[in-house]
């Protein structure tokens, strides 16, 4: 079995989850609901947690239940200075280099700032593509459609030979169950149905290979 694909989440995948970017775009949620939405401070942060287990993500769930503009929102959560948080990484490009398969984002973030981030680590031109939130609209990751839509979208012809590379343990239940082999970044043990568990993605290359001899796809 060869990989042909790899399909990376970027979000805490490609970079540390300690970085902080996370918190800082909840933070910008959180503050797009209370400014633009009148949501009160105090019920905002527990309003979104229920918008993101509902809808897949926090943005889905105040397209459907607010009726909020998506460009919008996105550009305003996203409106935070990556370089504070993150810095190049040499070290993840030189792996990313050895590779033979292509290289795509798969991310429920949007290209902007997706492009914003590989450019800060300086791994932009390892990756040939980008399926972003509004490429798979309307579904998002987990969703088995978003899947659907991105595997056409990269003309994935067989799953089995396509590895996701996510932090996600339910986005990789989805992969898992559609045929892909998984690959969980920021787990020190593997989390059945995963395949394989990774606590960086610097460990990525010594577990591809492992993972080619031993998987039984092909
Ligand atoms: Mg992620």
Redesign the pocket.
């Known amino acids: 079995m060869c990989f042909e694909t790899l399909l990376f ?5 490609l970079y540390s989850s300690t970085s902080g970017i996370w918190e800082a775009i909840g933070d910008r949620m959180v503050d797009y609901m209370v400014t633009k939405l009148a949501i009160p401070e105090s019920s905002a942060p527990a309003e979104r947690e229920r918008l993101f287990h509902t809808h897949g993500t926090t943005m889905r769930g105040l397209v459907a239940e607010y009726k909020i503009d998506e460009v919008d929102f996105l550009e305003y959560v996203h409106d935070i200075s990556i370089d504070e948080y993150l810095s190049p990484n040499p070290a993840v490009r030189k792996m990313l280099e050895t590779f033979p398969q292509r290289k795509v984002i798969f991310t429920n973030a949007d290209t902007g700032h997706a492009i914003r981030v590989l450019k800060t680590l300086g791994v932009e031109d390892q990756f040939e593509q980008i399926i972003d939130i509004r490429s798979i609209k309307p579904w998002c990751k987990p969703q088995p459609e978003a899947f659907g839509k991105a595997l056409k979208l990269a003309g994935i012809q067989n799953p089995a030979k396509c590895v996701m590379i ?3 343990l339910r986005n990789l239940i989805t992969a898992h169950e559609l045929g892909l082999f998984t690959i969980q970044v920021g787990e020190k043990d593997v989390i059945p149905p995963v395949d394989a568990a990774i606590l960086t993605i610097e460990e990525l290359a010594s577990v591809l290979i492992q993972s080619q001899k031993s998987y039984k796809g092909d």
């Open positions: 989440d970027l979000d805490d995948t996510d932090d996600s």
